[in-house]
């Protein structure tokens, strides 16, 4: 991509600025590294983002179904793979394959024998996004509490 010369329409970085830029290994995490709390990284305040790492073969992914929150969904493996199950099927979730799923409609994701690291985007159709505290920087890692 070519930049325009025109500096003046090129956004500048600093404190609430028109761009961020971060090195994804060092947002901060929660559940072992394995959440990165990208939204809050960023500075995004329009819709829901986070990394997500999952080691090969991981099981433990919650199947749910953003029933309560009205959330949709999208889901673009970064590195690796696997398959995700919506609504009882079985999908592929890879370089090649991106979801989408609506709120109410089970999924669950299931990493490959590589792993995956995920971008998940989520908001509400319609709605202002407001985000959970599980997103927030500084929040507490639901992974060590009691």
Same mark, same amino acid.
């Given at each position: ?26 947002? #901060? ?8 709390? @990208? =939204?809050?990284?960023? &500075? !995004? ?43 009882? #099927? ?8 991106? @979801? =989408?799923?609506?709120? &109410? !409609? ?41």
């Amino acid at each position: 991509m070519i930049w325009p010369a025109n500096k003046a329409t090129i956004p500048t970085g600093g404190p609430m600025a028109g761009f961020a830029v971060k090195k994804i290994d060092e947002m #901060e995490a929660i559940y072992g590294g394995g959440f990165k709390r @990208a =939204r809050a990284e960023l &500075g !995004v305040e329009s819709f829901g983002m986070q990394i997500i790492d999952m080691p090969p073969n991981f099981e433990r992914y919650p199947t749910h179904d953003h029933a309560g929150d009205g959330q949709e969904e999208v889901f673009i493996a970064l590195r690796g793979g696997g398959r995700i199950e919506i609504d009882g #099927e079985l999908h592929p979730l890879d370089a090649d394959h991106v @979801a =989408r799923v609506s709120p &109410g !409609v089970p999924r669950k994701v299931l990493p490959g024998d590589e792993g995956i690291r995920l971008l998940v985007l989520g908001g509400v159709p319609g709605e202002v996004y407001d985000p959970p505290d599980i997103s927030k920087l500084g929040g507490l890692d639901p992974a060590l509490q009691g």
